[in-house]
């Protein structure tokens, strides 16, 4: 079993809608989780994080923890065609030091 | 800015060849990272440091190792390149949980290897 697993893609919605990114994994110890963007060709770059169970907003985006179920989720609300991009989802697999470990990413395009 | 530097954006070796990759970065960070990404695949963890000469492997780390002398360089090394290591190669650093948020990765931009 995949310790990160996301929704498989490619995503297509129109531009203002809503998308959504869902993301579980299975290490029940994780603490911290993030979401990462990757433009085709560039590197991915950091663009949330979420320790608690809740929602945190930043801007367009939310993110959304809740580790009973050990889900993750990205909504990117008012969606533009800049925000087509694959999305990553990673969990910090913390024992004694960080482990990063990334799903395998979900293609978002955003149809003008 | 934290600022991630891989030496080499594009490299083509041959089968057999010995493969360095080098990753600077000048934030101080305690943790770095190597990944590959291939795609349908996402990002694998290969080797991760979390000290000086200390070192972890990760998910995949068959083929290859790393050093890690001083605190800023991490390198990757493919000891023999074979054909199946053709692949994108990330370098990563974040700082510890004492300096900022642990987990956070900075990436560097990336080193293209194809073996030949």
């Known amino acids: 079993q995949k310790e990160v697993e996301q929704n498989s893609g490619p995503l297509s919605v129109p531009e203002g809608a809503i998308a959504s990114l869902n993301c579980t994994y299975s290490?029940?110890?994780?603490?911290?989780f993030f979401w990462y963007r990757q433009y085709s060709g560039k590197s991915p770059e950091l663009i949330m994080s979420i320790y608690s169970n809740g929602d945190k907003e930043d801007g367009r985006f939310t993110a959304q923890l809740n580790k009973a179920s050990q889900y993750v989720s990205l909504l990117i609300r008012d969606s533009q065609p800049s925000d087509s991009a694959t999305y990553l989802c990673?969990?910090?697999?913390?024992?004694?030091?960080?482990?990063?470990?990334f799903g395998p990413g979900t293609s978002l395009s955003v149809i003008p | 800015d934290v600022k991630v530097t891989q030496s080499s954006r594009y490299l083509v070796k041959r089968t057999g060849e010995k493969v360095f990759l080098e990753c600077v970065q000048d934030m101080d960070h305690e943790n770095m990272f190597w990944y590959r990404q291939d795609p349908g695949l996402g990002l694998r963890l290969i080797y991760f440091s979390y000290d000086v000469k200390m070192k972890e492997k990760g998910d995949i780390p068959e083929g290859y190792s790393v050093s890690r002398e001083k605190k800023e360089r991490f390198s990757l090394i493919l000891e023999s390149a074979s054909t199946n290591q053709t692949s994108m190669y990330l370098c990563a650093s974040s700082p510890s949980p004492g300096q900022g948020i642990g987990g956070e990765l900075f990436f560097g931009e990336g080193s293209r290897l194809t073996v030949l």
């Open positions: 290490d029940r110890g994780s603490q911290s």
């Open positions: 990673a969990v910090n697999i913390q024992t004694s030091y960080d482990k990063v470990i």
